[in-house]
C-alpha cells in the first residue's frame, strides 16, 4: 500500500480550510467550534436561493 506523504496531506488540509471559510462567507454554511474541531452545517434556505438564481443566470443563456 502507497504511503501518503505528510506535508501533501497538510496541503489537502489547507485547500479544505479555505474551501469551508468560502463556502461559510458565502452564507452556504455555518460553523460551531467544539475545542479544536469545527462542525460545519449546511445553511439550506440560502442554498435553495443560491441555486435558483444559478438556475435563472443559466436560463438566460
Known sequence: MRQLHPRKNW???INHFK???CVKKAGLVTSERHGQWTF???????IEAFLNE???ELLKL
Open 11 to 13: 496541503i489537502v488540509a
Open 40 to 46: 460545519y452545517q449546511r445553511h439550506e434556505a440560502n
Open 54 to 56: 444559478v438556475e435563472k
Open 19 to 21: 474551501l469551508y471559510g
